[in-house]
Every structure is written in C-alpha cells, then in structure tokens.
C-alpha cells in the first residue's frame, strides 16, 4: 500500500500524522510512504530524518493526496483540502462530523472513506485513539483557564491558587472522562477549589479516591450545574457523547451568572461545544468575551505542544495504520471491530447515525459491524 501525510493546514495546528519511527515501521513492511515536504518540522521531525527511515519527500500536498491510497492526517481536512477528497484514497484522522455539514457533505460527494480516530472503541468501551489528546487537552485547559484569569486581558484578574489569607479560586470540571480527570490534577496542584461534575456516579466515587478528598463531586443535573456555576471563576467542559453533537450544559443565563471577568475553557468545542455561548476559536485568536464571560473554544488544543502530542498520538495510531495498510481497507475493517466503529463514510454513503441526525440526513448500516 501507498500511504503518506502532509502537513497540516489548520490554524494553530503543528502536530504530525506519521512519524519517522512510523515511516520506518510501514516502509519495513514493504509499504511506500510519501510525506510532504515539512509535515513533521513543527513537531521536531526533518524531511532527512524521514528519508533516512525509508520515506520518499514530496514537494506539495497533491502529490500525497493524489498518489496514496491511504493518507494519515491528525486533523480534519479544512476547505482548501477538499479538492483532493476521492473515493480511491481513504482518509485516516480526527473528524468530528457532528460538529461539520461541509466537511460531512464533501465527503459523501467525493466518494472518499473516511476513519475517524475519535471513533475508534474497544470492547471495554476505552477510545484509545482519543484518550492521549484528552489526556493533553485536559492539562493544557486547566493551564489556560488559569492563565486567562489573569491580567492583562479580560479575566477578572484572580490567582487561582490564591495565598495566605487569600482564598483560592473556584473551578467547576464538567465531565469526569480523561479530560476532566487530567484538568482535575492541575487544578487541584495549582491549588483551586475544584468540583467535577459528571452524570457518571460511579466514576465520581473512582474520582473521589483518586484525588484523596482534594476535589467535590457532585451529580451534573440542571439545577445542580446551575449552582455550582454560579459564581465559579472557571469552568472546563469536557462533555463527550462519542460520534454525536455535545449536549449543551451551559445555558446562557448560567453563563452569564459566573459574574464579569470569569473563564470558560470548552474542550467539547470539536463536536460543537457544550455551552450555549461556545463558538469556534482559532490559536491565532482564540478568546472572545460573551456575557462578561472569557470564552476559550479553540478545537485543537493539543497543536500548540506538537512535540508532546505527535509522540503520544502516533503511538496509539500507529498500530491500526499499520493493520490497514498489511492486511488492506476491508480486511483490516472485518477483523478488528474496534477499527470498523471509526468508519464515518463509504462508498458515497454516511454510516453513522448521530452525524446523520445532527444534519437531517441519511444514515445506511456500518457494512463491517
């Protein structure tokens, strides 16, 4: 199999889909790998360092997007890249279709399959795929949330650890998955008053032995939501319903009673955010106030530490990219059911219902499930 990446087009985004230790893993087994020229430079990654492991460097994108039959990418393909959609070349990578019509409408008119790393399940029900940027944007979103508090800007100018004499800062986590877990413990060791909030009663007791006592539970009904956000100088959503739109949590009128200067971190913002008041930022401008309310919606969070992530990311993906390619697109579908669950487009037709729903659309039965 012909398989490549290219650089990323997103803003803000300077992570790599195949490392050189991946090049030389799938060019070992036989296979050609194709990298356009400077994919992996942001990531500590040079063109050399991927033709010493086996992999040809190609001047440009198209090069890649036209000659492989599978492209390995980590972030969704943005307009300028939907020229090269076509149903002969698969595509591999974070999606998030819930959250996209054009994408989710080009990719049904190309033709092209696509997988979708997010999706990927195992029996247990663990997203081992998604769990390692979770893990990173978890971190990075209590760090913000911290940060934005901050002056000079629009927080309301509050160390969130506080000091002597001085109470510390109110956090409210909502969800308990990896990112709320990982916001959790940088929260609690910058010192805040954290409470994780989740529908998951029983992770909440798993959370509570966890952290010793250093952070409040509580079941994430309405009215309770509403409480705790009242007042709270920060708030990190990590909701994930897994393939489907983001509940929204948030409602305006809670926003809006966290008081002036407050700090919203949406992590959920890849499948539309989980507040009423979320809306998509960018790395190059990433905050926007709404109800007195600092918003931080940037969906790929992760881009911004590209070295950390890259490694942590390949070597979860690494594997299924390797299945594909040795045993080819349908074989490896048919023999690993945690790989076929990814699969988002086929054959021109859209296989997964909660996309379908959030658009209105047509959804035919997953032919590898």
């Known amino acids: 199999m012909r398989a490549g990446t ?50 040809t460097i190609v001047p440009g994108a198209a090069d890649v997007w036209r000659t492989c039959d599978l492209v390995v990418k980590v972030k969704e393909p943005t307009a300028s890249e939907y020229e090269f ?8 990578t974070y999606l998030h279709l819930a959250a996209d019509r054009p994408l989710t409408e080009r990719l049904l008119q190309s033709g092209c399959p696509s997988l979708a790393y997010e999706l990927v399940r195992r029996p247990d029900g663990t997203l081992p795929l998604l769990a390692p940027m979770s893990q990173v944007a978890g971190r990075m979103a209590a760090e913000m949330g911290a940060q934005l508090l ?20 109110r956090a409210v986590v909502i969800g308990s998955g990896t990112v709320g877990t990982a916001a959790a413990h ?62 929204k949590v948030l409602s305006r009128a809670m926003v809006r009673s966290m008081g002036p200067g407050a700090v919203i971190v949406d992590v959920s913002i890849d499948q539309g955010g989980a507040a009423e008041t979320s809306r998509l930022t960018t790395h190059s401008d990433p905050i926007y106030v709404e109800e007195g309310v600092v918003h931080y919606c940037v969906s790929n969070m992760p881009g911004a530490v590209p070295q950390t992530s890259t490694h942590a990311l390949t070597s979860a993906t690494l594997p299924y990219v390797e299945a594909i390619a040795n045993r080819g697109m349908e074989a490896a579908l ?9 699969l988002s487009t086929w054959q021109g037709t859209l296989v997964r219902g909660p996309v379908a729903d959030a658009f209105g659309m047509a959804a035919a039965p997953n032919p590898f499930l």
């Open 85 to 92: 959609l076509r149903p002969g070349c698969a595509l591999f």
């Open 186 to 247: 940088v929260l609690t060791a910058l010192g805040a008053r954290v409470t994780v909030m989740s529908n998951d009663l029983a992770r909440l007791g798993q959370l509570q032995e966890l952290f010793g006592g250093r952070v409040a539970t509580r079941v994430s009904t309405p009215g309770a939501v509403a409480e705790e956000i009242a007042g709270a100088d920060l708030a990190i959503l990590g909701v994930l319903v897994p393939g489907a739109a983001a509940p």
């Open 6 to 55: 290219v650089r990323e087009r997103k803003d803000g985004e300077f992570r790599a889909g195949i490392t050189p230790e991946g090049a030389l893993a799938l060019a070992g087994a036989g296979h050609e790998v194709l990298i356009e020229s400077g994919a992996g430079e942001a990531a500590g990654y040079s063109d050399d360092a991927y033709r010493a492991a086996g992999a």
């Open 334 to 342: 048919r023999a690993d059911r945690a790989l076929a669950q990814s």
């Open 150 to 169: 901050k002056h000079p800007g629009p927080g309301r100018g509050k160390l969130l650890g506080g000091v002597a004499g001085v109470p510390p800062g």
